[in-house]
């Protein structure tokens, strides 16, 4: 194992101004060669003190507004229309991007890796899902999935021609002379 000191943050890995133990591959290979590690040496910490100060800094204004917007799409309710068969079940499906872009429409900064679908929603139904925009901040929102529109004024143009069909043939028979 080797020390290093970390002059970035890297996710799963430590914060900027930390010193962390790893294996010599990944601190030879990886950390040092792109410059994302140095060496713990007194100076270093005394000099990257100030980024990891400024970085704390930075993950508490974060932190608040991830705060703020848990409470502002908290009881939030979105509408997204999909065509679908008789049945209710989508052509297609509703996935975590466009959960996202729903909200993000609606003036809220989430973005898809905060929305925590199991699988996609594939049919008409309500749903609550589940917003997480930090480890211990999240929050659910309803998520109603409605019949496209268009899809309704298909169906019930197919429905209207086909009793139109049905109609028009009821008085070819009706008008017919009977066969002998």
Sequence with gaps: MMKVLLTQTIEKTGIVGEVISVSEGFARN???PKRLAIEPTEGNIKRLEAAKMEYERQQKLLRE????????????????????????HLFGSVSRRDIADELQKLGHAV????????????????FM??????????????????????TQAQDATDEAAATADAAAEQTE???APAAE
């Design 30 to 32: 990886y950390l040092l």
């Design 65 to 88: 507004q991830k705060e703020k917007l848990v409470a502002a799409i908290t009881g939030v309710e979105i509408a997204i229309e999909r065509a679908s068969n008789e049945e209710g």
């Design 111 to 126: 973005e898809p890796d905060d929305v925590r679908l199991d699988e996609p929603l594939r049919r008409i139904d309500t």
């Design 129 to 150: 899902v589940k917003v997480q925009l930090a480890g211990d901040l999240a929050t659910q929102i309803k998520v109603w999935v409605v019949r496209d529109k268009s």
């Design 173 to 175: 028979q009706a008008n």
